[in-house]
């Protein structure tokens, strides 16, 4: 009879070391380059399409595991090397998110391959809900898609933005209310397949931190797509749209079924931000002399570093939890994804923080990486839900009361 272990299987431990090479050898050398650029790092995913990282296939097998943890432990060994680098990497899953949370089988597997191309062809997918006005609070978008009957397409117009591989991407996932006085519920996803006159690139937002990973905005204007783009099918939203109607308890709405998929794989992004300033800080702790001996000696730098660790020990049984129960049905009655991604957001924050801390003016010059990890590891409290909205998520789960 088996007890209950932690230990990764064979498969999943050959995957973790496969990606932590890619990410030591290829990502973590490029970081510094590509965070001064600011630019999509197209050479350092052309490679990654070679070895077959970024690719339809390897995401399906990350999502399909049974255990639900080889994306998180990817996610992790990448962000690890580079978080800009990894998010450029990662980008194009969460529209692949989208359509799997949204669409049918068929519209996966007919879409799904077109988010990464192949490695002659690299394609992007992007996910687009936030807007100008809308960016927390999602059951407030303005972006409108009205049916057109006569020619069975919908017409999408709206500004999208914060957007990752907004204007860029080959394939656009956008979310758009289709009945504004259902507010959430009575939003839909759409495919905006490559090409599609209407669409473009707004502006491209200079970023403090993960600047290797394009993000701007996408304005669509008069964009038509053809009915069968509608995540899910027509008859499939008029149905959820009746019950709204009537009052009647409906699915989670379009976004937010994304989200609850994502969030314990950006957690496991944070927590290789988390680990990579841990380790830096503790070599350099053991190596740094200061009043005649190695600083870890001191108690002061020691307990800092005990912290340090436990914290990112605890995200990552958050996340491993949170990616257990999603993967294998089990219902988030206490905001457990939420969970994952508040914790480890701010562990990343908190670790790489005191890592410069204990590196003193070091940690403060960009000839150390940890000044870069610091810049990066912010936005994990911030997008796909901040930490206060993680937290009302949570409040809202463990009392089932709509707290505000």
């Known amino acids: 009879m088996s007890g209950f272990s ?15 090479d890619f990410s030591e050898t290829v990502i973590r050398p490029a970081g510094h380059e590509w965070d001064e650029r600011e630019e999509t790092p197209w050479s350092i995913i052309e490679e990654a399409a070679k070895v077959g990282l970024y690719s339809f296939d390897f995401i399906s097998q990350a999502f399909f595991d049974e255990s639900g943890l080889l994306m998180p432990i990817a996610a992790e060994e990448m962000s690890w090397g580079d978080a800009g680098i990894a998010l450029a990497i990662l980008g194009s899953t969460l529209g692949l998110a989208g359509i799997a949370a949204n669409g049918t089988p068929e519209q996966l597997m007919e879409w799904g391959p077109q988010c990464f191309g192949t490695p002659d062809k690299i394609q992007l997918a992007a996910f687009a809900v936030s807007e100008p006005d809308a960016g927390s609070d999602v059951s407030s978008l303005r972006t409108r898609a009205v049916y057109d009957e006569a020619t069975d397409e919908w017409v999408i117009n709206g500004t999208k933005t914060w957007i990752t591989n907004g204007g860029i991407a080959d394939v656009h996932v956008v979310v758009a209310s289709v009945d504004p006085d259902l507010s959430a519920r009575g939003q839909a996803s759409f495919i905006v397949p490559p090409g599609t006159k209407g669409l473009s690139q707004g502006q491209k937002f ?10 701007a905005e996408v304005v669509l204007d008069d964009v038509r797509v053809p009915g069968h783009l509608l995540l899910g099918g027509k008859e ?25 998929a994502s969030r314990p794989t950006v957690g496991a992004q944070a927590l290789g931000i988390a680990r990579a300033a841990y380790e830096y800080a503790l070599e350099y702790a053991k190596e740094r002399k200061a009043f005649g001996r190695a600083i870890i000696e001191n ?16 995200s990552r049984l958050l996340i491993w939890r949170a990616s257990w129960m999603g993967r294998n049905g089990k219902e988030f009655t206490s905001g457990e994804g939420s969970m994952s991604k508040l914790y480890a957001g701010e562990t990343a924050v908190y670790v790489t923080e005191e890592a410069i801390q204990i590196m003193g003016g070091y940690g403060y010059i960009r000839e150390h990486p940890v000044e870069r990890w610091h810049r990066d590891s912010k936005i994990f409290t911030i997008f796909e839900g901040t930490s206060e909205i993680q937290r009302l998520i949570i409040a809202r789960a463990i009392s089932g009361v709509h707290v505000k």
Do not use: P, Y
């Not at 200079?206 to 993000?215: D, V």
């Not at 307990?303 to 605890?314: E, G, P, Q, S």
């Open 236 to 260: 499939h939203l008029d149905e959820r749209l009746a019950r709204a109607r009537e009052g009647r308890r409906s699915s989670s709405q379009a976004a937010m079924k994304t989200f609850e």
């Open 206 to 215: 200079q970023k403090m931190g993960i600047r290797a990973s394009h993000t």
């Open 6 to 20: 932690l230990d990764l299987n064979e498969d999943q431990l050959q995957i973790q070391k496969w990606v932590h």
């Open 299 to 314: 108690q002061s730098i020691a307990f800092k570093l005990a912290d340090m660790k436990t914290r990112i020990d605890a």
